[in-house]
């Protein structure tokens, strides 16, 4: 199974809100990633998960915040997001030789 | 710092006709080379990599990719493009530089479309 999911597929959200997105892989791999991806650009790397602990973030504003229960879970927690903050959110997780598999990620809207 | 360079926004093919999408790269040290295949409103999905050996490398849905050290670049290639091929496509190598236990990011280059015309 090289399947990494995320929830939700969509998600509309205030600047007022808190919100969450969720990642999942069952694969035993144990480095997993946020990524922001901009319409018609490269995903830019946010943070890094390393056997649980956060190992990089490169310079994300404090408004977003990970969590990593355990090994097969990744949560992005959201709130006061800005307009800017509207993207695709690709979660992903690194096999043996260092290909990462992403999941579908979550389209946010910030209103 | 590590970076990639894809210098075609767009790529147009025939169908039947083989395709070729431009990767070159700047790393220090060994290159980890990623080609990945991204489709409207969808995550990336993981063609093919190199990490050592031979030189030309075999992926998903017949795609390949030529490692060649001397000119630093890994081109995605394809000996009969298909339609269903047209997509956004992105080179990537490992981010030495984001190394935190062994975790290493990926730098992306900036994707090229390949169009592939009925």
């Known amino acids: 199974d090289t399947e990494v999911t995320q929830t939700p597929k969509h998600l509309v959200m205030g600047m007022t809100n808190k919100k969450s997105l969720k990642c999942e892989q069952h694969?035993?791999?144990?480095?997993m990633y946020w990524y922001k991806q901009k319409a018609k650009k490269p995903p830019e790397l946010m943070f890094v998960?390393?056997?649980?602990?956060?190992?990089i973030n490169e310079s994300v504003p404090s408004r977003f915040s990970p969590e990593c229960p355990n090994s097969s879970l990744l949560n992005l927690h959201l709130h006061a997001l800005q307009p800017e903050d509207s993207a695709l959110y690709l979660c992903?997780?690194?096999?043996?030789?260092?290909?990462?598999?992403f999941g579908p990620g979550t389209r946010l809207t910030v209103l | 710092a590590q970076s990639v360079a894809q210098p075609e926004d767009q790529v147009n093919v025939a169908e039947g006709n083989p395709l070729t999408v431009k990767c070159t790269y700047s790393?220090?040290?060994?290159?980890?080379l990623f080609w990945y295949v991204q489709y409207p409103n969808r995550g990336l999905q993981f063609l093919l990599k190199?990490?050592?050996?031979?030189?030309l490398v075999k992926g998903s849905y017949g795609f390949e990719a030529e490692f060649n050290k001397s000119q630093t670049s890994f081109h995605l290639k394809k000996p009969s493009a298909l339609v269903s091929d047209s997509a956004l496509y992105f080179c990537?190598?490992?981010?030495?530089?984001?190394?935190?236990?062994?975790?290493?990011?990926?730098?992306f280059g900036k994707g090229t479309h390949l169009i592939i015309q009925p």
């Open positions: 694969m035993g791999h144990r480095a």
């Open positions: 190199y990490i050592t050996g031979d030189n």
């Open positions: 992903a997780s690194k096999g043996s030789y260092n290909e990462q598999f």
């Open positions: 998960y390393s056997y649980e602990k956060l190992s």
């Open positions: 990537a190598v490992r981010d030495y530089e984001s190394s935190g236990g062994g975790a290493d990011g990926l730098t």
């Open positions: 790393v220090s040290g060994n290159p980890y």
